[in-house]
């Protein structure tokens, strides 16, 4: 899957290991989950190729949050979309990608009306295309709002949950000094899972380097290693981390 193919594991293997995994045997052998990214300014016929035998779910990224309304600038073609109807045909499931970032994030959280839009707005849109659920992917937020992030995820798990739709929570690859907004430990019994890594590029000033897989330099520079740190010290369990494995942007050395 293009441009990137994410993978959940229930076990993490060391830097130094050589044990080689095939597609079929990521799916065969759980815990593990294999979750692919479907951009929505990607061409249909790409959809076509996709190893749907390969994947456990599928995230549809096409839904900006208005921080205003509380409704999205545009939902691009989720939808009409046949990248839908074709993993659910594979018994695929799928998962509608919401994002907002930058100085929209605090505007959003701080507005009660928006949120509760948002939430109405989102339910809907899942139970239009029988989706499983969505990927929450927020950027800059600032600490203040911590309360109001935590609060904003219970009221949408509850909304959510009534018909068994689940949510996801991206981790943003930014400092990590700057991630304290995420409580670990109220947002855990709510989230199916934490993505951990670059998976939504935003086309904008506040938009997030890849992130390298490892960093010598500080324990705050943004890097796979450094952010599955984070989340584990934080008291999430390591079989709800879906580490992300971007294949766009940045050229890294590999040894």
């Not at 605090?106 to 928006?114: G, V």
Request: proline share 3%; aromatic share 10%; with cysteine.
């Amino acid at each position: 899957l293009i441009p990137l193919i994410l993978i959940c594991c229930g076990k993490l293997r060391s830097e130094s290991s050589t044990e080689q995994l095939t597609s079929q045997d990521i799916v065969k052998h759980r815990p593990v989950q294999v979750l692919g990214f479907h951009f929505y300014w990607m061409k249909e016929e790409v959809s076509e190729k996709y190893r749907y035998d390969s994947l456990n779910a599928i995230c549809y990224v096409g839904c900006e949050l208005n921080p205003n309304t509380g409704s999205f600038n545009s939902t691009h073609d989720w939808l009409t979309s046949f990248v839908v109807d074709s993993a659910k045909a594979n018994g695929v499931k799928v998962y509608l990608g919401i994002s907002i970032n930058g100085i929209n994030s605090e505007l959003f959280l701080k507005n009660q009306q928006a949120i509760l839009t948002s939430i109405d707005t989102i339910f809907h849109l899942l139970m239009a295309r029988d989706a499983d659920g969505v990927v929450i992917h927020f950027e800059n937020v600032p600490d203040s709002q911590k309360n109001n992030f935590s609060n904003y995820i219970n009221s949408l798990y509850h909304k959510l949950s009534k018909q068994n739709k689940t949510i996801m929570i991206s981790v943003p690859s930014l400092d990590l000094r700057h991630a304290t907004y995420l409580d670990f430990t109220t947002l855990n019994s709510m989230a199916e899972y934490f993505i951990v890594g670059d998976n939504f590029i935003e086309i904008n000033e506040y938009r997030s380097s890849a992130a390298t897989l490892f960093s010598d330099t500080s324990s705050y520079v943004r890097s796979i290693k450094n952010m599955i740190q984070y989340c584990t010290n934080s008291s999430v369990p390591v079989s709800k981390l879906i580490v992300t494995i971007p294949t766009y942007q940045g050229k890294f050395k590999i040894e």
